[in-house]
C-alpha cells in the first residue's frame, strides 16, 4: 500500500506562486508515475500533470503548460508542483496520485483511472 499526502496549498493573489509537495510513503520502490488533478467547484476533475518516476519526464495540460512544474526529489519520497503565474481559474482542489505500471511519455498522458493512490487534496485559491 501507498500513502499520499498533500501540502503547500493556500491563498494567493493572481500572477503570484505556489509550491506544493505531494509525500509518498509505504511501498513507493514500485511506483512508475505521479499525477497532478485538480477540481474546480462545479467542474470535473481535470488533469494537469504527470512525471515518470524512472526517467523525470513530465508533461502538463495545455492550460498549465508554461506556469507549472512537476518536480520529483527521490529521496524524499516527494513529487513538487510549483505552479507560477496563477490565474483566478487555477482555483481548485488539488490532488496527487500515483501508480505502478502506469506511463507517463510523450504518447502517454494517463488518466484519473490509470492512477491506483490518491492524496486528500489541498485548497488553491487565487483570489485578489
Known amino acids: 500500500q501507498v500513502q499520499l499526502a498533500e501540502s503547500g496549498g493556500g491563498l494567493v493573489q493572481p500572477g503570484g506562486s505556489l509550491r506544493l509537495s505531494c509525500v509518498a510513503s509505504g511501498f513507493t520502490s514500485g511506483l512508475d508515475a505521479v499525477g497532478w488533478f485538480r477540481q474546480a467547484p462545479g ?7 504527470c512525471i515518470n518516476l524512472r526517467n523525470g519526464y513530465s508533461r502538463y495540460s495545455d492550460s498549465v503548460k508554461g506556469r507549472f512544474t512537476s518536480l520529483m526529489d ?17 482555483t481548485g482542489v488539488y490532488y496527487c496520485t500515483a501508480a505502478a ?5 510523450a504518447d502517454v498522458f494517463p488518466s484519473g483511472g490509470d492512477f491506483d493512490y490518491w492524496g486528500q487534496g489541498t485548497q488553491v485559491t487565487v483570489s485578489s
Open 43 to 49: 467542474k470535473q476533475r481535470e488533469k494537469i500533470s
Open 74 to 90: 527521490n529521496a524524499k519520497n516527494t513529487v513538487y508542483l510549483q505552479m507560477n503565474t496563477l490565474e483566478v481559474q487555477d
Open 101 to 105: 505500471y502506469t506511463l507517463c511519455s
